[in-house]
Every structure is written in structure tokens, then in C-alpha cells.
């Protein structure tokens, strides 16, 4: 039979398209289709803006930090409307880049929403219908919006890229890594942040001293954290005209359009947003208002409306794709790959099982998608990098050594900021291999990538002390824990 590609690729996000790029480049005839924007979550509603915003919220920091060395200086209001519209700029450049990269490797581009209409056939939203010897989903995960009344009223995160004004108060419903990350972030920016999770301590299924001492130092940054709580009922703050009154928030802030763009681009998307203030009431009793109200409560496959079911693929419980070790569904034709899977949710996670599809079916050669040991960061404030086991895992292996140093770091010493840093490692007592390495501190993410490099390749303790310290620096502390802190 013959077909109208080789591949074809439903998702624009990093990992559809370098797939589709690097099979093109062994001569198929590849095609894809997003019916969003090109770059899917991680540049255009996820790990790039939010690290730009990032970088924005650090500077009031910095800049109390330079007084305390001796610089006259002071910092005004965050002009968010300025840093906003650059952000925007900056993703419609990234959008062309990754267009001009599908371009150049002569994959066709299709701007449609995509579904399955058979094992080998893509149904388009322009009406069309294209044949594919291979099909490749990898069309993502989105946001979790959970089912209470009133529920729409909220923001998941995709809505605060979109934003025209910055709120003055902000209730985030969550303790995962997103939650954490836009608490630290806004909070940076000026809003008053509060946070309501389910659980007794954020980052659930993070090393358990990780996740005491960031909640430790977000509190003390001002971030009001309410572990046990959540929302027992939430609507416009205008509908109770006896109710509390705002607090920490402007009432009359005017809401964002209901058309808000990121950029230029006619696909940008559009925030949910109603731009009221909202009354909530929570498990503790307590009723407040606030300007928004955040759900950073999970993600979910990108599965819905998909016709998967309808050809034979098998979904799981969240309605993720099963796949084997390959990426393959249970339709041998039919691969996917990266947040849609419901495997390890990083972009170069994602880009890895591209590479290793392309390896299995384009170039004769199998190939499992890595996933162990994988470095990742989260970047609150202070940032944590992690790598490998938590000690709850690693105890669960046989006895270890647990390496543990916490101390203030000389920058923040001198100038009077009381914040600590976390430097871990665990260590098996028998082979003394390190089997995790966690980290609590500024620039973490880019001292767990190096130290991952080492734990991927099986360093022991002994290596890691065989490595001369570079002095002064946080992370010479990763190679100068001499004695455990306890063995188990």
C-alpha cells in the first residue's frame, strides 16, 4: 500500500519534533500536525517563560543582596505589562525557530488539530484525511482543572503566561513542583502568596529533608504555607455582598481580556481567567478572598477525543498510553512518546524517547528509552537538583551511609541572609556506590547536571572524595562530606 508519509507525527512539542526531524533525515517522508502552537508546552506554556519569569522574580533579592555589599542602590515596581510583551517576543522567536528547523529538514507542517481515524490513517480538522505507514503521538499533557463546583473560576498554569496584570494576592491549591515554582515566583514578583495542600509537607516523593527545608525557607520569604488544607467551596467574591472583604487585593483590578495573547502569533492562547476576585472557603475553616486562585494540581494525558480506543490502543488509569520498552503502543504502527505516556514528564525525556523511536524504526536498530537516573531540577528559591534515589528508596536497597551538610553559604553570610543550603548524598555501605544526590540552593539545576554525569556513570564516594575541591564554592561541599551522618 502506499502511503502519503512514512511518519507521521501528531504534537509540536520538543519531542514530536525532533522526532519528525531526525526521521526525516534518513530520507522518510515525515508529516505533523499541532493544532496549538509549535514548541508545545515546554516553550510556550511551560519550562521556558516560566524560567524567564524566573530570572525576573530574582532580582529584588539580588539587589537587597547588593546593599549588604556595599552598593547604593534600590530597586521600584515590576513593570509587568514590559517584562510581559518581551516574554512575548521571545516566544514567537522561539515558535519560528523550531518551524524553520521542521521546514529545513522537509517535514510538512500542518496547522489542524489531529485524531486517529484509522491504524494508519490521521483525520485533520481541516477536513482532510493522510495516510502513514508510522504514527507517532506526542501531542502532551495539560493542565488538571479538579471537578468542584466554581472550579472554573480558577487558573491552571497555562493562565498565568497570559495575564495582563500581575494579581496583588494569589491562593495556589497544590504542594507538587509546579505549585512550589509559581509560589516562589510570584511571590518574587510582589504578590502575596498563599498555599493550601493536601499533604503534612510539599514535593511529595521527594527526599523527605529536601522537602523540610524548602518549606522552611519559603515561609520564612513570607509564602503562607497551609499543609492539610484545601478548598471547600470557592466563587465571585461579589456574589457574597456580606462576606469578607478582600484581602491583600484590589477589588477593582480590571481583568484580563478574555483574548489575552502571549506574542503575536494568531494561535497564541487565552487565559480563563474572569479576573474577579474569589471567595474561598477552606478545610480549616478559614474564608478569604483573593485576586486568583491557582490549581497546581496535576497534569493529564493529552488522550481525550483522540480516537485511540477506537483503533485498539490501550490507555491506563489516567488515560496515559501504555507502551512497551520501545515506545510502541499496542497497535504496532503506533508509537508515543514524551508527557503523553505518562512515563518521566521532563522535555529532554521526551527528546530522548524521540531519538530512540527514530533509532528503532527508521534506522534497523532498537533502542529503550533511558530512564533511570535522570537529573532534574525545580527551580523554587532556593532551587533543588536531585538526582537518583531518596533515602526512604535508597534504605529500601540495603544499609547505607547517608552524607548530610547543611550550612548558610558565604554570600549569604556576609550579608546577613538566613538561608541554608542542603547538600546530601547515599551512599550503599557495600559497593559504596552513590545511589542519590540531593541538592537544596542557588544554581542547584546546574550543579546536579555535572554531579549526574558522575551517578550515571557508577562514581563511589571514594571517587567523588578523590575529587579536589574547588574553593570557595557551595558545591565543593559535594566532595568534601568526609563522615556519615548516620548508617542504616
Known sequence: MDYDYDLFVIGGGSGGVRAARVAAQTGAKVGLAEESRMGGTCVIRGCVPKKLMVYASSYPDAVEGAKSFGWDVDIK???????????????????????????GSDVTIHD???KLHSKHEVALSD?????????????????????????????????????????????????????????????????????????AQILRGFDSELRGLLAESMSQRGIAMHP??????????????????????DATMRAPRQEAEIGNNPKSETSAASGKPIWVKSTNGEEKVFDHVL????????????????????????GEIVVDDYSKTSV??????????????????????????????????????????VPTAI??????????????????????????ASFRPMQDAFAGVNQRVLMKMLVAKESRKVLGC????????????????????????EQFDATCAVHPTVAEEIVTMRDPVRST
Open 77 to 103: 515596581s515590576f513593570d509587568w505589562p514590559r517584562f510581559h510583551g518581551k516574554l512575548g517576543d521571545e516566544l514567537d522567536r522561539l515558535e519560528g525557530v523550531y518551524r524553520n528547523l521542521l521546514k
Open 112 to 114: 489542524c488539530r489531529a
Open 127 to 199: 477536513g482532510t484525511t493522510v495516510s502513514a505507514r508510522h504514527i507517532l503521538i506526542a501531542n502532551g499533557g495539560w493542565p488538571f482543572r479538579p471537578d468542584i463546583p466554581c472550579a472554573e473560576l480558577g487558573l491552571v498554569s497555562n493562565d498565568l503566561f497570559l495575564l495582563e496584570e500581575l494579581p496583588k494576592s494569589l491562593l495556589i491549591i497544590g504542594g507538587g513542583y509546579i505549585a512550589c515554582e509559581f509560589a516562589c515566583i510570584m511571590h518574587g514578583l510582589g504578590v502575596e502568596v498563599t498555599m493550601y495542600y493536601r499533604n
Open 228 to 249: 492539610g488544607t484545601t478548598i471547600v467551596e470557592m466563587e465571585l467574591a461579589e456574589n457574597r455582598p456580606e462576606g469578607p472583604q478582600p484581602t491583600g487585593s
Open 295 to 318: 490549581f497546581a494540581t496535576g497534569r493529564r494525558p493529552n488522550t481525550a477525543d483522540m480516537g485511540l480506543e477506537e483503533v485498539g490502543i490501550t490507555l491506563g488509569e489516567s
Open 332 to 373: 504496532d504502527n503506533i508509537y508515543a512518546i514524551g508527557d503523553v505516556t505518562g512515563r518521566l514528564e521532563l522535555t529532554p525525556v521526551a527528546i530522548r524517547e524521540g531519538m530512540a523511536f527514530v533509532e528503532t524504526v527508521f534506522k534497523d536498530n532498537p533502542t529503550k528509552p533511558d530512564h533511570e537516573l
Open 379 to 404: 527551580f523554587t528559591r532556593p532551587e533543588i537538583g536531585t538526582v537518583g534515589m531518596t533515602e526512604d528508596e535508597a534504605m529500601e536497597t540495603g544499609p547505607i551511609d547517608v552524607y548530610c
Open 438 to 461: 540531593h541538592i537544596v540552593a542557588d544554581h542547584a539545576g546546574e550543579m546536579i547536571q555535572l554531579a549526574g554525569v558522575a551517578i550515571k556513570m557508577g562514581a563511589t564516594k
